[in-house]
């Protein structure tokens, strides 16, 4: 596999830290988690659950984001857990962690003191605001990274409260980045000989993003105002419209117009001077006698999948808006086979999204699924670390492991 | 030379609008040499605008309406719009254009000679579009046998949907984002407004092709890689996957609460059109919200004892905190909670996010001058590395900017061959006249 000789001590939780490590251990790399003993990562908390039962071991949030890592326990409050993370840190070549800047250094574990141990390790911190700057400490999830870093404030509908994305867009996006940089930091030890310490702050992976954020802070800086939530469909033949039996994106205005009109079948609009030039393709009267007089009654006689073929027929870009059903039912996604049976000793066979992208000589592979809770103590501890089965046995009730 | 971690590896691009021009920002941002391929004798609508022709009227009447694709510098599209258009300078800094006609032999052979030299080739059309320009795989390693290629479809270079032509909105319908998200009271008709899938294309094209990289060098060889906007996107919709998986359960939209959390949402401050998002983790910072708020009775009120009373009663409790938050400006309520380890948010717009004190203090956004459109901020590479200082370097290229260094310096083309293609529609730095 593609990053099989890379060594990665885990000691993250949630989901930007895990889809992260998840990005390595999916394309080959060895990586360690290292959970708290009481209860493990707080995403086994989360759902979604079989039948909605909790159960720590059975969170459908927690299977996904940690295939192919061993799972480890140790309280890393408990002052003796110290050396042992640090006999970890000299086994490997990067850590990554996502805990509140504060932390690691107040358990004596700052990059300099894991540096010592590993001259050539590589620390990926991945945080809500950075390591540094005056909101270093404070808290923040996936809709406040948004709120204050990405493009919120000009998204959802004029006259009422911004809308987020759904689910945990920019904490995915901020796993996916730093994994990203973990690379870039190999690279460059390589180059150097030594590691360092990356500083991945998920409010700027929020303002980094190429949604609408980094455009529109262009314009505005030219114009000196920003963008406006308005409604969806500001041209001619562009707008998210209502199918037979759901809805379709379709972005057929502009430049794609012509293709449009040839797709209704209604060619005297070509010479119509309310949508033939450019100018009146703009004009908010227009743009409804098009969008709800014409177009969108021709929508609502397709079913969401056949206007979808139509509009690609005449090369429009569009598609339509699926729910998990749909997806999960599409013969197109399930012919390519992005679907992943998973076997795991607790939660039994599931269907997981599976790979990200297709590398043709290293492909995607599940080695094994996520751990149970300190379901590789022994393996690490014993066989790699060279503790003795007493010493392991011991460790529950100093509250270590 | 940089001394950045990805300097000496070399991408030639073939990228379109969005996900493509995203991953080599990030390769540009950290080293990577960038060579963007462009035609003078096509303009597709989008990546430099919409047309290579805009007229005043028009740019006049993108001001009224504020549709912000026509935005141009000082609403004036100038000669050569092209180099003008806020998407581009503003997603593709970092790499260098030069100007080739694929659709001739000539033009594929000099792109075969680029493609010896370099070690990615990357490109995210419609597979069709690279079948008509005889560009394949195949095609490539027998240009260099070892190459990273990787190909960024909607949907695939095989199955049903290959050749549909989709953007990053699109493909955030039909992955299941768009029916997640949005007001619960309001018709899905009035979504469809975010690009979600893009930037987290962008981002694993770049993982993507660092492993393949990484192991070219330990093995001496290269690979394809096919990564789609839309499959990549899947892992991130994996709650409410698993939970149909699970469940059988559809998930459809929350809006702005949460499924552990409550109070979770935004909310009305001080002023125009000025919001503060809050999210209350716990029973604790519950009670540390209502001291804040001055609110003994909220704090014993058995509506909101715990997470789940709150989960139940979630409209009263907004409506209670909106009461508050009104008479406050969004940073006086981030600060005041945060303080007290409560998390919130102010809604930043396009430019106070430009002005934050932690941004400023971090020194994320970078300024960088351009010919044609000014200095203006842009925002830093995506982390910072404690060893290897990395600041933006160029601003996006004017069409064909560098194609003297390309053609003679790379390939070794001489002036008089130069001059011979400058004739026959290769080299520029001006659309064809007859392009729309």
């Not at chain 2, 032999?105 to 010896?116: R, S």
């Not at chain 2, 509506?303 to 709150?310: G, K, L, M, V």
Request: aromatic residues 8%.
């Amino acid at each position: 596999m593609a990053l099989e000789d890379i060594n990665v001590l885990d000691l993250t939780h949630g989901i930007a830290g895990p889809y992260c490590t998840k990005m390595l251990a999916d394309y080959g790399a060895n990586v360690i988690k290292l959970e708290r003993p009481d209860g493990g990562d707080f995403s086994r908390k989360l759902g979604p659950f079989p039948d909605d039962v909790p159960d720590i071991e059975k969170s459908g949030l927690f299977l996904l984001l940690n295939t192919n890592k061993r799972g480890i326990t140790l309280n890393l409050k408990n002052s003796a857990a110290r050396n042992m993370v640090l006999e970890l840190v000299k086994e490997v070549d990067v850590v990554v962690e996502n805990f509140s800047p504060s932390f690691l250094p107040s358990i004596d574990l700052s990059y300099q003191e894991l540096a010592n141990a590993n001259p050539k390790l590589i620390l990926v911190s991945i945080s809500n605001f950075g390591q540094t700057g005056p909101y270093r400490d404070y808290k923040a999830d996936d809709m406040i990274a948004y709120a204050m870093g990405g493009a919120m404030h000009s998204k959802g509908l004029p006259g009422r409260e911004p809308m987020k994305y759904g689910t945990h867009v920019i904490l995915y996006q901020s796993g996916i980045v730093g994994a990203l940089a973990t690379m870039t930091a190999l690279f460059a030890r390589e180059k150097n000989g030594y590691g360092e310490h990356v500083d991945l702050s998920i409010f700027e992976t929020a303002a980094h993003s190429r949604d609408a954020r980094s455009p529109d802070v262009i314009a505005a800086q030219f114009i000196n105002a920003v963008k406006p939530r308005r409604t969806p469909g500001s041209t001619v033949g562009t707008g998210t419209f209502p199918c037979r039996d759901g809805y379709i994106v379709f972005s057929g205005g502009g430049a794609r117009l012509p293709q449009t009109i040839a797709m209704i079948g209604q060619p005297e609009m070509l010479t119509d001077p309310r949508f033939s030039t450019r100018s009146a393709q703009l004009d908010p009267e227009n743009i409804i006698a098009f969008n709800h007089g014409i177009l969108m009654p021709w929508f609502m006689q397709h079913t969401m999948r056949d206007a979808w073929a139509k509009a690609q027929e005449h090369h429009i870009i569009s598609g339509p808006i699926f729910n998990s059903h749909d997806l999960l039912s599409d013969g197109h996604f399930r012919g390519r086979g992005v679907w992943e049976n998973i076997e795991h000793p607790a939660a039994g066979t599931l269907e997981y999204p599976g790979r990200p992208f297709i590398m043709e000589k290293t492909p995607w592979q599940i080695r094994r699924p996520a751990p149970l809770l300190g379901q590789h103590n022994h393996e690490i501890y014993c066989d790699m670390l060279g503790y003795s089965l007493a010493d392991v046995a011991n460790m529950p009730s100093q509250s270590m492991i | 030379m940089s001394n950045l971690p990805l300097d000496g590896i070399r991408i030639v691009e073939l990228t379109q609008i969005a996900a493509g021009p995203y991953a080599t920002q990030y390769l540009g941002d950290w080293g990577a040499e960038v060579i963007r391929l462009e035609n003078l004798q096509t303009m597709q609508p989008g990546t430099r605008g919409q047309y290579a022709k805009v007229s005043q009227d028009l740019v006049d009447q993108a001001r009224a309406t504020l549709a912000q694709g026509f935005i141009f510098p000082n609403w004036e599209a100038g000669p050569r719009p092209w180099n003008r258009f806020t998407q581009f300078t503003a997603t593709a800094r970092s790499r260098l254009s030069m100007t080739v006609n694929l659709r001739t032999p000539e033009g594929l052979d000099i792109l075969g000679k680029l493609l010896e030299t370099a070690d990615v080739f990357i490109e995210n059309n419609v597979p069709e579009t690279l079948a008509k320009l005889g560009i394949s795989y195949e095609w490539v390693t027998q240009n260099n046998p070892n190459i990273v290629m990787i190909r960024m479809p909607a949907f695939g270079l095989t199955g049903p949907y290959s050749n549909y032509r989709c953007l990053g909105l699109h493909v955030d319908g039909t992955v299941g984002h768009h029916h997640i998200k949005g007001y619960p009271d309001v018709d899905p008709s009035m979504r469809g407004d975010t690009v979600a899938a893009d930037a987290a294309a962008g981002g694993s094209a770049a993982f993507a092709i660092l492993s393949a990289i990484w192991y070219r060098n330990r093995t001496g060889k290269g690979q394809m890689i096919e990564l789609c906007l839309s499959e990549n996107f899947i892992p991130v919709m994996a709650e409410p996957i698993m939970d149909y998986n699970m469940n059988q359960r559809i998930r459809g939209t929350i809006g702005n609460r949460d499924y552990y959390m409550a109070p979770h949402g935004v909310y009305p401050c001080n002023g125009q059109d000025n919001w503060v998002a809050i999210a209350v983790g716990s029973d604790k910072e519950w009670q540390t919200f209502c001291k804040i708020m001055d609110n003994a009775d909220l704090a014993e009120d058995e509506r909101f004892r715990d997470t789940i009373s709150r989960l139940k009663n979630q409209d009263e409790l907004d409506e209670i905190i909106k009461l508050w938050t009104v008479h406050f400006t969004p940073n006086q309520v981030f600060i005041m909670l945060q303080t007290e380890g409560v998390a919130a948010g102010p809604l930043l717009d396009d430019l106070e996010i430009l002005k934050d004190k932690h941004m400023v203090e971090r020194g994320f956004y970078q300024e960088l001058p351009h010919e044609e459109v000014g200095t203006l901020k842009y925002h830093g590479p995506g982390w910072s590395m404690s060893k290897t200082p990395n600041k933006l370097r160029i601003a996006a290229p004017l069409l064909g900017e560098h194609n003297e260094y390309v053609y003679k310096e790379i390939l070794g083309f001489t002036d008089e061959e130069y001059k011979r293609l400058e004739d026959e529609g290769h080299i520029g730095m001006d659309m064809m006249p007859n392009v729309p």
